[in-house]
C-alpha cells in the first residue's frame, strides 16, 4: 500500500525507536494560534486525536498554543523517547502539504512567530530530555486572524489525523476510544487535553 513520504518518517522513526524499546514513550504537541486560520492546524490536529486515542503511559498529547515551551514540565515528567511538534510550515507547497522536518531543518520554517522558535525549543527537549525531536509542518493557505481552517489544510488534516491513528494502534498498540468513520467528529474540539499552565524559561 502506497504510504506518504512524512508517514513513511514516522513509521521507521518508531521502527527504529521500538528495537530499543517495546514501548517507546510518544509525545505529540500541537503548536498554532487558535484565532490566525491555518496556523491553529496543529491544535485542530492533536485535538482530534485526544479524542480518538486512550492516553496511557507511552502517549501524552499536548496543546501547546502558541507557546510550546509553557509545556515542558509536562514533557519532562512524561520522559519521552520522541517528541513529535505539529504546527503550520511556510515551505512553498501547495496547501495542505505535510513533511516530515527534522529538528535541525526547522530554522525559519514556521508560518507564524511562535514566542520561541521551533529549532531552539527542540534543541532545549533534546538537551534536557535526552529525546528525539521531529516537526510534522503542514503548509498553510491563510494565516490572517478571524479565518477558518482553508478547506484543503482541514481535509490533510483529517487525513493525517486518521494515519496516525492507524498507525499508533496498528504498530504500538494503543487503543483507540471510538471505532470505524467515527474516528473524526465534531465533538473533538470539546475533548479534555494536556494544558501548560505555566511558562518554563529556556535559554535562547
Known amino acids: 500500500m502506497w504510504m506518504s513520504f512524512w508517514l513513511e518518517n ?30 491553529s492546524v496543529g491544535l485542530f490536529i492533536v485535538r482530534r486525536l485526544a479524542s480518538s486515542l486512550q492516553e496511557d503511559e507511552s ?12 509545556c515542558t514540565h509536562l514533557l519532562r515528567g512524561f520522559s ?32 507564524s512567530t511562535h514566542s520561541l522558535p521551533l529549532h531552539i525549543f527542540a534543541q ?26 482553508d478547506p484543503a489544510v482541514r481535509a490533510s488534516a483529517e487525513r493525517a489525523v486518521l494515519d496516525v491513528i492507524l498507525l499508533l494502534s496498528n504498530r504500538l498498540g494503543h487503543r483507540t476510544k ?4 467515527d474516528l473524526i467528529n465534531e465533538k473533538s474540539s470539546k475533548t479534555s487535553i494536556r494544558q501548560k499552565p505555566y511558562q518554563e524559561h529556556i535559554p535562547s
Request: aromatic share 4%; hydrophobic share 45%.
Open 10 to 39: 514516522l513509521q521507521q522513526t518508531l521502527n527504529r525507536l521500538h528495537l530499543n524499546n517495546p514501548s517507546p514513550r510518544i509525545a505529540i504537541v500541537g503548536i498554532g494560534h487558535e484565532l490566525r486560520g491555518d496556523d
Open 59 to 70: 502517549l501524552l498529547i499536548v496543546d501547546a498554543g502558541s507557546a510550546p515551551e509553557n
Open 80 to 111: 519521552p523517547d520522541l517528541v513529535i511538534l505539529i504546527d503550520a510550515a511556510e515551505m512553498e507547497k501547495s496547501p495542505g502539504s505535510i513533511e516530515w522536518i527534522p529538528w535541525h531543518d526547522s530554522i525559519g520554517l514556521s508560518a
Open 124 to 149: 532545549y527537549l533534546i538537551k534536557e530530555l535526552n529525546c528525539e525531536v521531529a516537526l510534522l509542518g503542514i503548509q498553510p493557505m491563510n494565516i490572517n486572524f478571524d479565518v477558518e481552517l
Open 178 to 181: 471510538i471505532e470505524g468513520n
